[in-house]
């Protein structure tokens, strides 16, 4: 089942109260994933979420989006606990996970016709709408083959915006793309999100790129992820590429890389 | 800043002959196939001519038309309708089973663990030795005959399409699961679709292995059919009629598999790989 309520201001968009996360393996033993972890998202606070791998990154956004249940601990979106998937929220993957035969249109409103078994005149409207954002109106009826990796992930965010979720989950969107298009991404969804204000968790490797993006930086520490600092990067918006050089961009970036690098026991 | 050009030869520069001779090339490359065919032919031919093979040992090409032309046109539909329809019977049979199992035993890890084990024995049991016992089973008529083309074919279906099923991106799966969408909605919306070249492919493969079903049931027994038809004049020694039937045969698993090919083409072309777009 999915609920939707009215998100307000008054009440964290996402918190989590002292979540933690064991898998157990198939070799009898366990893995704990997420150990403590505590935080709070404010409406339309755009945070990252940096770390070395296998420090339950991913895990953290499935437990938002309700595909995992956390073994301790609560997670709550406006203050409900998370039971299941939920409407508020929308998901970008690491890949874009687009469906091969279909369109770039029908791929934006694959999750109605996913969901609901039809597509309404006014989501076809809003697709159209989302893929002029996205800088895509003219590659509606094209088949993602033939899309470059850029512009797939693109049409993986215009489809996760479709139902206008409050919060948007976003699991290392643009990992998979080279340097170059990646900076472009970044500025892309800076402008997509000022336009469109949005909750924004942001799962990254990248310390810019983080930087670049976020409010607020959640540093993790390896395993068991714990929660080690969180950052403000009180950097100015609009961000541009003027901010890469500024003096206060290279010193978190520094203090960022110390926390990730240090080893757990001097925590 | 003169730019610079690169002047191409005119064509009426160039002799004549050469463009000839790539013609004649390009025709030899495109039907390369079919000459390599009608050569071999031609081989077959004078060799037995020239060794005096004796037609019942290996009957040369042109003994085969004629041992083809011996028999009615009426008699040969006749077989060829028995086979065609036994085998697409079986055929038909094994995919109306075998991908609703196949999405079963994909989806439940306990069916996979009971099932699977079972479907493995039955692919392992040689077909011709079980082949007399169904016929004793399901007695005279098609019954036994679908039978046996249903168990050849059924097994690469099952087993290709499950593969098919698995393969879905497990990132695929999460979205469809963070939209809170059904379980069928889900194997109907995602994973079937991602498993259609994997199925294709175990319904071109299938699709032959149906048309081997039905003569081995014509051989074991049956009154009509292109393999009962090959028993009969082999026992007669009309070794000729016998090549004929199998040249038949060849044709009919042929066109059958590309029709199935035409079938993807058609209904699916996205699901072709790219080098056959």
């Known amino acids: 089942m999915t609920t939707r309520i009215e998100p307000d201001g008054s009440r964290p968009a996402i918190r989590f ?7 157990n393996g198939s070799d009898g033993g366990s893995v704990t994933a997420l150990e403590d972890v505590s935080f709070t998202l404010h409406r339309h606070e755009f945070v990252a979420v940096i770390g ?21 601990g609560q997670a709550e979106i406006y203050g409900l606990p998370v039971t299941g998937p939920r409407e508020e929220v929308g998901i970008v993957f690491q890949q874009p996970t687009l469906l091969p035969w279909l369109n770039v249109r029908d791929n934006v409103t694959f999750p109605m016709k996913h969901k609901h078994g039809r597509v309404t005149q006014a989501e076809k409207q809003r697709a159209a709408e989302l893929l002029a954002m996205v800088g895509l109106e003219d590659f ?57 204000p949005k909750t924004v968790l942001f799962i990254t490797h990248s310390i ?22 969180i950052i403000d990067v009180g950097l100015a918006r609009p961000r541009s590429m003027q901010t890469l050089s500024e003096p206060r961009f290279h010193e978190i970036a520094n203090h960022i890389r110390a926390q990730v690098f240090r080893p757990a026991a001097l925590a | 800043m003169k730019s610079p050009t690169i002047s191409a030869p005119r064509s ?68 060829i309708w028995a086979t065609l329809r036994v085998s697409l019977q079986g055929y ?16 439940s890890r306990l069916l996979s663990r009971t099932l699977y084990p079972q479907l493995v024995i039955i692919q392992s049991t040689p077909i011709v030795a079980v082949a007399p016992i169904i016929v004793v089973v399901l007695g005279a008529g098609d019954a036994p005959r679908v039978a046996i083309t249903f168990l050849i074919t059924f097994f690469p279906i099952v ?38 070249p994997y199925i294709f492919s175990a319904l071109r493969i299938s699709v032959t292995l149906a048309i081997i079903g039905a003569v081995v049931a014509e051989f074991v027994a049956a009154e009509d059919g292109l393999g009962f038809f090959i028993a009969f004049s ?38 072709l790989p790219d080098a056959e777009k």
């Open chain 1, 17 to 23: 109260d002292r979540v933690g996360q064991v898998f």
């Open chain 1, 52 to 72: 070395p791998s296998g420090c339950g990154k991913s895990t953290l956004l499935r437990i938002i989006a309700g595909l995992v249940k956390p073994t301790g």
């Open chain 1, 140 to 196: 509606a009826t094209r088949r993602p083959n033939e899309l470059s990796g850029g512009m797939q992930q693109r049409v993986g965010i215009a489809r996760a915006l479709l139902h206008d979720p409050d919060i948007l989950l976003m699991d290392e969107p643009f990992s998979a793309l080279d340097a170059l298009t990646r900076d472009e991404m970044s500025f892309e969804l800076l402008r997509i999100w000022t336009e469109r």
């Open chain 1, 208 to 229: 810019p790129e983080a930087l670049l993006l976020a409010d607020r930086i959640l540093v993790m520490s390896a395993r068991p992820g714990r929660v080690r600092e």
């Open chain 2, 12 to 79: 009426s520069d160039r002799r004549r002959w050469p463009d000839m001779g790539r013609a004649l090339l390009k025709v030899l490359d495109r039907g390369a196939p079919l000459f390599a065919s009608l050569l071999l032919l031609l081989i077959w031919e004078l060799g037995c001519r020239l060794f005096q093979v004796p037609s019942y040992l290996l009957p040369a090409p042109s003994a085969i038309v004629q041992g083809a032309l011996s028999v009615s046109l009426e008699s040969w539909l006749g077989h």
């Open chain 2, 92 to 107: 038909a049979l094994a995919v109306i089973i075998g991908i609703p199992l196949a999405v079963a035993l994909a989806n």
């Open chain 2, 159 to 196: 087993v290709s399409t499950v593969t098919g099923l698995l393969a879905t991106p497990p990132a695929m799966l999460e979205l469809s699961r963070s939209l809170g969408a059904s379980r069928l909605r889900e194997v109907k919306n995602i994973q079937l679709p991602f498993a259609v």
């Open chain 2, 234 to 271: 082999t026992s007669f020694f009309k070794v000729p009629q016998a090549f004929a039937a199998l040249g038949v045969l060849v044709t009919l698993s042929l066109v059958l598999f590309q029709l199935v090919s035409l079938t993807q083409r058609l209904l699916f072309p996205w699901s």
